[in-house]
């Protein structure tokens, strides 16, 4: 597409006669299965980690689904624990420092937390008002006073968090090294084999359709032999054959067609005329 655009400029500015790549079709490409560690491993590592702020930010990717940087990006406004939620608006730019819009309308969404979550960013918040934990309101994961800058909010760098923190917990497990993103593909599929719909996964983690949510996790969800089963069970009965209507009133279910029943009248019984007495 982008070389397309450029001969397409050109042939604008008379350098080209024609664009020779008008009309070339793009080889569909099949979706690229993503890797998707162990329940056991990502909650092995996230357990590992010691860093009050890190291990409170794994809680929120594992158990929330979010983007690295759409996490770091967190005001403790966006989190309502009473309502058991929080809100996505903006992702940060690790590069510049910019805080930008998400890229697709989906990606703003308010995304529902399990009750885990929100008791960790409960007792997270308490150590931080407390000065326990490393505070810097509003941001809900903000970096060490030592590492912030003057050009950038004063947000955990997510190279500092990969470096420092979750390679260290990778290793200590000893479980095949798999990186913080990979606890995004973690929530969905879990998810998915737990028999969630497909659409409110896609909501809950910002896709742009649910279309793509099913392309990259389909396999995740229940087996389709033994759930086509179900189907057809509920559907047709335990023995595979159509169940059979129930047969209406005054009709008589036979081997061949239902026909009507005869129903014989009963006879009326008449009343005797009574003989009149003689006389003596």
């Known amino acids: 597409l982008v070389l397309k655009a450029i001969l397409e400029e050109a042939r604008e500015r008379g350098l080209l006669p024609a664009n020779p790549a008008v009309g070339l079709k793009l080889v569909p490409k099949d979706a ?18 010691n860093h009050p702020v890190g291990r409170v930010l794994a809680d929120t990717l594992l158990f929330a689904g979010l983007r690295i940087n759409e996490a770091l990006a967190l005001r403790w406004d966006d989190v309502s624990l009473g309502d058991k939620t929080l809100h996505v608006s903006r992702s940060i730019d690790q590069l510049t420092g910019e ?11 308010t995304v529902d937390l399990p009750d885990e979550l929100v008791a960790s960013l409960q007792a997270y918040r308490e150590r931080q008002l407390a000065g326990e934990v490393t505070r810097g309101d ?22 500092n968090f990969v470096n420092r923190i979750w390679n260290p917990a990778v290793k200590a ?3 095949p090294y798999f ?17 969630a719909p497909v659409a409110w996964v896609s909501q809950q983690v910002g896709h742009a359709r649910p279309s793509f949510t ?23 009965g335990e023995t595979g054959t159509a169940p059979q209507p129930e047969p209406r009133r005054g009709l008589r279910r ?3 067609a239902e026909r009507p029943q005869r129903v014989r009248p009963r006879p009326v019984r008449r009343p005797r005329a009574s003989k009149p007495r003689r006389r003596t």
């Not at 990186?179 to 028999?195: D, E, I």
Request: some cysteine; aromatic content about 8%; hydrophobic content about 35%.
């Open 138 to 159: 509003p941001w809900v994961f903000p970096a060490a006073a030592e590492s912030r800058s003057d050009s950038r909010p004063p947000v955990l760098h997510d190279r």
């Open 173 to 175: 497990v000893g479980c």
């Open 32 to 49: 690229t299965p993503v890797a998707v560690p162990p329940l056991e491993d990502a909650l092995a590592v996230v357990r590992a980690i």
């Open 179 to 195: 990186s913080p993103h990979a606890l995004r593909h973690v929530y969905c599929s879990v998810l998915l084999m737990r028999g």
């Open 214 to 236: 099913y392309d990259q996790y389909s396999r995740f969800l229940r087996s389709p032999q033994d759930s086509g089963r179900g189907y057809l069970r509920s559907a047709f």
């Open 254 to 256: 036979t081997g061949r």
């Open 99 to 109: 805080l930008l819009s998400p890229k697709t309308k989906r990606g703003v969404r």
